[in-house]
Each structure stands twice: as C-alpha cells, then as structure tokens.
C-alpha cells in the first residue's frame, strides 16, 4: 500500500505563493504517475497538475500559468508551485498516485494522500 502524505498548506492572503509537497512511504516516486487535484466546499474534485513518471507535465486548462508541478528527487517528493493565489483557490488539495497510463481524472489514480487545506484570504 502506497502512502502519501501532502503537506505545505496553510492561510495565506491573495497573490501569495505556496509550496505544496507530496511524499511518501515508497522508496521512490519515480515509478508512479503523481497527480495534484484539489477539491473547493461543494464542488467535485477537479484535476490541477500531473508528472508522469518519464517526466512530463500535464496541466488542466485553467491551471496552467500560476501551476507548476515538479519532483525532488533528493526529498523524494513532487511538489506544486502555485503563485498568485487567489480566494477561488481556496480547497483541500490532494496528491494521487498511479501505475497506470496518464490520467486527469481522480478515477485514474490508485492512492491518495489525507490532503492538505489552503486558504486564500482576500
């Protein structure tokens, strides 16, 4: 059973950055697909960023730009970069992990992290 554990969160006031980071119990992330998805009060769970395990970076449509995903590999961690928050990113966000083949939906991934909440103040 794979874990993974988010952490970075916090509240932080519109047009502030966060880090968010993904690890795990695993010996290495490398050989899974690592997905961020984040969920709002209300809303379903919504695809943010995938890292494939060859290294490519997927985004959704409206991530792209203040997104940037990307792996540690001497923390063994993926990480999500989000700048300019703003209050609408205000969610638990969630990292997943997958040997399947790339997917952008939360149906696609095996194992999830507890999630870690942020707050955008405005």
């Known amino acids: 059973q794979v874990q993974l554990v988010e952490s970075g969160g916090g509240l932080v006031r519109a047009g502030d950055s966060l880090r968010l980071s993904c690890s795990t119990s695993?010996?290495?992330?490398?050989?899974?697909?690592i997905g961020w998805f984040r969920q709002a009060p209300g809303r379903d769970r919504e695809h943010v960023a995938t890292?494939?395990?060859?290294?490519?970076?997927y985004y959704a449509d409206d991530m792209k730009g203040r997104h940037t995903i990307s792996r540690d590999d001497a923390k063994n961690t993926v990480e999500l970069q989000i700048n300019s928050l703003r209050p609408d990113d205000t969610a638990v966000y969630y990292c997943?992990?997958?040997?399947?083949?790339?997917?952008?939906?939360?149906?696609?991934?095996?194992?999830w992290g507890q999630g870690t909440q942020v707050t955008v103040a405005s």
């Open positions: 997943a992990a997958t040997r399947q083949s790339y997917s952008n939906s939360e149906y696609g991934y095996e194992y």
């Open positions: 695993e010996r290495t992330l490398r050989t899974y697909d």
């Open positions: 890292l494939s395990r060859a290294g490519y970076t």
